[in-house]
């Protein structure tokens, strides 16, 4: 498994959430909405030091990682983040 970010979306969190050099941005499972693999869990994002880093991708020395206990939501597959362009919002996809 690997998380893939685009250009623009590293652009994206520089902007919105203006991530400095040593970041840690954590991608998880949360309750409520919906995913590809999981009905009633959804993808959330949050800033946080890691406590047990599972895959991480670190760009401009900012890491981005999905927690060891999180790794069971992504069945298997990569986590390409993306933006929409139209929404100016992170898109999330996943890639086998």
Same mark, same amino acid.
């Given at each position: 498994?690997?998380?893939?970010?685009?250009?623009?979306?590293? %652009?994206?969190?520089?902007?919105?959430? %203006?991530?400095?050099?040593?970041?840690?941005?954590?991608?998880?499972?949360?309750?409520?909405?919906?995913? /590809?693999?999981?009905?009633?869990?959804?993808?959330?994002?949050?800033?946080?030091? /890691?406590?047990?880093?599972?895959?991480?991708?670190?760009?401009?020395?900012?890491?981005?990682?999905?927690?060891?206990?999180?790794?069971?939501?992504?069945?298997?597959?990569?986590?390409?983040?993306?933006?929409?362009?139209?929404?100016?919002?992170?898109?999330?996809?996943?890639?086998?």
């Amino acid at each position: 498994m690997e998380i893939k970010l685009t250009e623009k979306a590293v %652009e994206w969190f520089k902007e919105e959430m %203006e991530i400095e050099h040593g970041d840690y941005i954590r991608f998880y499972a949360r309750y409520g909405g919906s995913s /590809p693999f999981h009905e009633g869990f959804s993808l959330g994002m949050t800033r946080e030091e /890691p406590h047990e880093i599972g895959i991480e991708t670190v760009i401009e020395n900012v890491h981005f990682f999905i927690e060891k206990s999180d790794e069971w939501f992504f069945n298997h597959h990569n986590l390409i983040v993306d933006v929409d362009e139209s929404m100016d919002e992170l898109r999330y996809s996943y890639e086998k």
